[in-house]
T-cell receptor, first 111, second 117 residues
Framework: DAKTTQPPSMDCAEGRAANLPCNHS???????VYWYRQIHSQGPQYIIH???NNETNEMASLIITEDRKSSTLILPHATLRDTAVYYC????????????FGKGTKLSVIP | NAGVTQTPKFQVLKTGQSMTLQCAQD?????MYWYRQDPGMGLRLIYY?????TTDKGEVPNGYNVSRLNKREFSLRLESAAPSQTSVYFC????WGTGTGTTDTQYFGPGTRLTVL
């Protein structure tokens, strides 16, 4: 699976949109971009994933550049409960099995 | 719908003791996984089961055994615990066509915090 690069930490004011960037310049055509988060020491929580098109669900939006070399996870109205480590992962799905969690981005939502 | 459940939540063992970590999922998923997470580190895959009746080694299988008991349950056994196995253990499951995706999205349990003295 392709390597991803994320900033180690970011701050966001409560109620504002949090935009978390991810670079994946070596992503292959069959690799999806997945986002998970881990709040404190809880189990990783799936947020969203996409292949080419932008995606939105009840938790977040995922914007993928046309060349697929980078993406941005958007939490539209960050709350204190969104403080977590966010992981961007390039993953083909069935067949590769292992999700490779890097260091992620520590998002701190500030009151 | 509980998702992925793990027992116990916490465990303290002495070196050389054995124990089994239990995992169950109620999402009718085919695949199940065991990961470990050491402090300040990412998750590393120990074993996985692509489907009922099959198991395969992941990145760090030494010192562990697994059993896919049925489609719902996947257990991880430490035969002779060592301090290096002190970690948080996460079970996950995945299945095609579930949730929002057409890929094999993995969903995680809450973890078992294991300390080996």
């Amino acid at each position: 699976d392709a390597k991803t690069t994320q900033p180690p930490s970011m701050d966001c004011a409560e109620g504002r949109a949090a935009n978390l960037p991810c670079n994946h310049s070596t992503i292959s055509g069959n690799e999806y971009v997945y986002w998970y988060r881990q709040i404190h020491s809880q189990g990783p929580q799936y947020i969203i994933h996409g292949l080419k098109n932008n995606e939105t669900n009840e938790m977040a939006s995922l914007i993928i550049t046309e060349d697929r070399k980078s993406s941005t996870l958007i939490l539209p109205h960050a709350t204190l409960r969104d403080t977590a480590v966010y992981y961007c992962i390039a993953y083909t799905g069935a067949g590769s099995y292992q999700l490779t969690f890097g260091k992620g981005t520590k998002l701190s939502v500030i009151p | 719908n509980a998702g992925v459940t793990q027992t116990p939540k916490f465990q303290v063992l002495k070196t050389g003791q054995s124990m089994t970590l239990q995992c169950a999922q109620d999402m009718n998923h085919n695949s199940m996984y065991w990961y470990r997470q050491d402090p300040g580190m990412g998750l590393r895959l120990i074993y996985y089961s692509a489907s009922e009746g099959t198991t395969d080694k992941g990145e760090v299988p030494n010192g562990y055994n697994v059993s896919r008991l049925n489609k719902r349950e996947f257990s991880l056994r430490l035969e002779s615990a060592a301090p290096s196995q002190t970690s948080v253990y996460f079970c996950a499951s995945s299945g095609w066509g579930t949730g929002t995706g057409t890929t094999d999205t993995q969903y995680f349990g809450p973890g078992t915090r294991l300390t080996v003295l």
